[in-house]
């Protein structure tokens, strides 16, 4: 009897232990189970003597007569870097038809995926709406519409996620896939769903079409995990690239493999080539500009007149699933002939992915491209005494090709200007400054923080290898620093907490995954005494203040003719 009574509480104890631990467990760990049974891509390599994990391969149509010779093969130095990006190169057959598969072939290395036009499973049921779903972090669900019937999504009609429980939350409408184009909403998994495993793909209806309120079928597909899925994919003349999440889980390190497999699950489509549009009369703008955006409308006319009166010309934006008039304020500066253009990007913690995309993307129509956020401003202290702007101000100060006759001398060109930051602080606001970031924000920081980089595009190493601030240069190319006597960047970073906390949890920063967990407490992403709570703190208007700086503040004033009354110039 006395063994029996023991026995009883650690059977308890055990099976609360597996009970909890499994959602736990299967939520986190890399998605391999879900995939045996949809279309995907395969990656398969075969090495017995290579450092890193790439190549300069060749992609031809299925054929028994292809053969690769010494002038069609050259070796690289890609890798998979920091959990997000996987970089094929150098493919010179590409398939003649969309969705075609590829066979890559090489000596010593053996790749080959197929990559179909749908690329991974879809469900559809009589009511419903065919679409793919993808488990995001903090139980959030991407519901991916088919591309044959995102013309069919009414902007204006409520949708709503069936679950296998029956549960029925909102389908929030997110934002648009491009190329194809495919409608994305988000719905919240619920907790009763959370809890049953496998975590099965809900159903996209109208309200009006769950009528009989019926749980979704055991037979839809589970889930697509964020943690192991090939996101998107870009086709160039010579290169496809796809970016992958769940290669590197650790940050800073660049895989080295001498035999790998990979069978991954995909959202992206393999698309004829893309670029970014130019005006083929006419030379590569000398300045772009990039950045990643979320919910920036408020401050982006300020950012693009600015930077477009010194010398940008074009600006593209990578739009990380902002919900706000992001898109009335792109179209309004189109509308006034500015260069704007942006793409899709929903994607979490994906800002190093995104600005290697867009070096290879603007490649043939930029020349130098600016990577900076939208409350950061380039300033030179020369241009304090100048009346007026001029388009040439950014340009005259990047570098131009050298021809370097004296051996003694580094031969190496510059490909990169790295640009110190003063980081401001609210500056007493309480609130947005109506006439703007620049003209309400003027105490700052003793010391510059971090830098943010100016980069030619042709001197970008083969692997796009970033860290945000800047990229690894090919050989033959050299990094900069600027003297801050020459060029700073005003970074506007901590506003009036009412801006401020509307960008606590939602970065798109790398290295801080969640500010509400205490994960890599001691990045320079954090807030220094904030913690991980969006708590306005007692001196939060004074905080941040050990210089007043109205350097830009004036400067702006005389060249934009502002005064303390008039209306903002920049909404």
């Known amino acids: 009897m006395t063994r029996k009574v023991r026995m009883i509480p650690s059977i308890f104890i055990i099976t609360s232990i597996f009970f909890f631990a499994t959602p736990y467990h299967l939520y986190h760990y890399d998605f391999i189970s879900a995939i045996n049974d949809v279309p995907k891509i395969t990656i398969t390599i075969s090495s017995k003597n290579i450092k890193n994990f790439a190549v300069h391969e060749n992609i031809s149509l299925p054929s028994d007569e292809f ?17 997000f990006l996987f970089a094929f190169a150098m493919i010179f057959h590409l398939p003649s038809k969309i969705g075609s598969p590829l066979s890559l072939v090489l000596p010593l290395y053996i790749f080959s995926f197929y990559f179909p036009f749908t690329p991974c499973e879809t469900q559809q049921l009589p009511d419903s709406i065919s679409s793919l779903s993808i488990l995001m972090p903090d139980w959030e669900v991407f519901v991916i519409v088919s591309p044959d019937y995102t013309h069919l999504i009414s902007p204006h009609d409520p949708y709503i996620c069936e679950f296998e429980t029956g549960d029925v939350p909102p389908a929030i409408p997110a934002s648009e896939l491009q190329i194809p184009v495919r409608s994305l909403f ?5 907790k009763r769903d959370c809890r049953r495993l496998p975590f099965k793909q809900p159903i996209l209806m109208k309200p009006s079409e769950n009528r009989n309120n019926k749980p979704a079928p055991t037979t839809s597909p589970e889930m697509l995990r964020w943690t192991f899925l090939v996101y998107d994919s870009l086709t160039m003349d010579d290169d496809v690239v796809l970016f992958v999440k769940g290669l590197n889980n650790r940050q800073g390190i660049n895989r080295e493999s001498s035999e790998f497999n990979l069978v991954v699950p995909s959202v992206a489509y393999y698309t004829k080539p893309r670029k970014l549009k130019g005006n083929e009369k006419l030379e590569r703008a000398r300045v772009c500009a990039c950045t990643m955006a979320y919910n920036v409308g408020k401050f982006l006319k300020e950012w693009v007149l600015y930077h477009s009166k010194i010398g940008v010309e074009k600006f593209i934006l990578y739009d990380n699933a902002s919900d706000n008039d992001l898109s009335n304020v792109v179209n309004e500066l189109v509308r006034d002939g500015y260069d704007v253009k942006t793409y899709s990007w929903v994607w979490p913690k994906t800002q190093e992915a995104g600005f290697s995309r867009s070096a290879i993307y603007a490649k043939d129509s930029c020349s130098w491209m600016m990577y900076i956020d939208v409350d950061e401003f380039v300033y030179s ?5 100048l009346s007026h702007p001029s388009k040439s101000l950014l340009p005259s100060m990047l570098p131009n090709p050298k021809n370097v006759q004296d051996s ?8 990169e200007l790295t640009i110190s930051c003063y ?21 700052r920081r003793k010391v510059e923080n971090k830098h943010k980089s100016i980069v030619l595009l042709d001197a970008v190493d083969h692997s796009l290898c970033n860290v945000i601030h800047h990229f690894i240069l090919k050989q033959g190319y050299k990094i900069k620093k600027v003297n801050v006597r020459d060029m700073v960047l005003n970074h506007y970073k901590f506003q009036a907490w009412s801006e401020f906390k509307a960008k606590f949890r939602r970065r798109v920063s790398a290295y801080v995954v969640d500010w509400t967990k205490e994960l890599n407490p001691r990045s320079n992403d954090r807030t220094p005494g904030l913690g991980c709570s969006a708590i306005e703190p ?28 008039d209306p903002p110039l920049f909404h």
């Open 538 to 565: 007692k001196d939060w208007p004074s905080k941040f203040c050990e210089v007043y700086d109205n350097c830009l503040k004036d400067l702006t004033r005389r060249w934009f003719g502002l005064k303390c009354h």
């Open 186 to 190: 988000k719905c919240e998994l619920p």
């Open 408 to 415: 003694s001398l580094d031969k190496r060109q510059i490909g």
């Open 381 to 385: 202290p020369q241009w304090s005494k």
């Open 67 to 83: 053969a690769i010779t010494d002038n069609n093969f050259q070796s690289s130095t890609n890798m998979i870097k920091n959990d």
């Open 423 to 443: 980081e401001f602080g609210p500056s007493n606001k309480k609130s947005h400054p109506i006439m703007g970031v620049t003209q309400g924000y003027n105490c």
